[in-house]
């Protein structure tokens, strides 16, 4: 099992970090607040942000932030990253107060894409209360949800996630458009915790440098809630409500102001991977998720 806990936070880059704190409060139903140097925190449980926003002229998302157990978890993993001549750096003091983190190693993937393992979050002591009265977000042990990051060197990258950072595969999608069309495969790898997966990789490029992320909630109730959130602010969609097949989650997908999708969701499996079984399936979901919902709002 790898020494990565779970996704601990997300980083996202924009031109005006208003649209997502409008977005963020009012359709996600997240609380919000800004330092000094005008960043914007997304809190949705008890940690002080899960999201953060920084201003950028590029819409798009900027790095992962994934959390190990403690200073030893840590340093093993440096230690790991040397052996395998792994180029890192560390972050100083003024990078690891923003993130909010004792100590920070800053690395990227094959394909370009940023992390950042931590340990040692700063705890505010304060409780999540939901601007739309949304109860509660599950997070915890599992991490803030997932994130579906570009692999088009796919090959490097399973590598680099399997002997370099240690997730195991959850299952397999190889996606065809057409019976006989090549297979564009999609990855969905686990760490050490019980949500289905935290991450996945995906053999194409996006321009926002993420495909989606996903936040999950304790009921569908809030899911529909979200769903009419996003219809009156104008968001717009990205796939209709579904249920995929592998992680069992019902959702919908929305376009978040950096560009990249949101899955908002309930359901999703919690696993015991000693009984787990890893598997290919031929079908993103057991009914619903359209993704030319999107598309066909645009005309």
């Known amino acids: 099992m790898s020494e990565i806990r779970a996704l601990s936070y997300f980083v996202a880059q924009i031109d005006d970090v208003q649209k997502w704190q409008h977005y963020a409060e009012n359709v996600l139903g997240m609380m919000t607040s800004r330092s000094s140097d005008g960043a914007l925190y997304i809190k949705m449980d008890d940690r002080p942000f899960r999201m953060l926003v920084v201003e950028g002229a590029e819409?798009?998302?900027?790095?992962?932030?994934?959390?190990?157990g403690g200073k030893s978890a840590f340093d093993a993993m440096l230690r790991k990253l040397d052996a395998q001549g792994v180029e890192y750096s560390l972050a100083d003091a003024a990078f690891c107060a923003q993130r909010g983190v004792n100590e920070a190693a800053l690395l990227e993937d094959p394909a370009g894409n940023r992390h950042e393992l931590t340990w040692g979050y700063l705890s505010d002591c304060e409780p999540f209360v939901s601007p739309q009265g949304v109860p509660c977000f599950l997070t915890g042990d599992m991490g803030l949800g997932h994130t579906v990051l570009p692999a088009p060197n796919f090959d490097e990258c399973a590598a680099f996630y399997r002997d370099v950072l240690g997730f195991e595969i959850s299952d397999i999608f190889n996606f065809r458009p057409v019976p006989d069309a090549p297979a564009t495969r999609i990855h969905f790898l686990h760490c050490g915790n019980a949500r289905h997966h935290s991450l996945a990789i995906a053999e194409y490029d996006v321009p926002s440098k993420c495909v989606h992320v996903m936040v999950e909630v304790d009921s569908m109730t809030e899911v529909g809630r979200a769903h009419d959130r996003r219809v009156a602010h104008g968001v717009p969609l990205s796939a209709t409500l579904g249920q995929h097949l592998n992680d069992r989650m019902t959702s919908f997908y929305m376009k978040t102001p950096s560009g990249f999708d949101l899955e908002y969701g309930w359901g999703g499996l919690q696993v015991d991977w000693q009984q787990h079984t890893a598997?290919?399936?031929?079908?993103?979901?057991?009914?619903?998720?359209?993704?030319?919902?999107?598309?066909?709002?645009?005309q």
Do not use: C, M, N, P
Request: aromatic content about 20%.
């Open 59 to 68: 819409d798009r998302y900027l790095a992962s932030g994934w959390e190990l």
């Open 279 to 298: 598997f290919e399936f031929t079908k993103v979901s057991i009914w619903g998720h359209d993704f030319g919902a999107g598309q066909q709002e645009e």
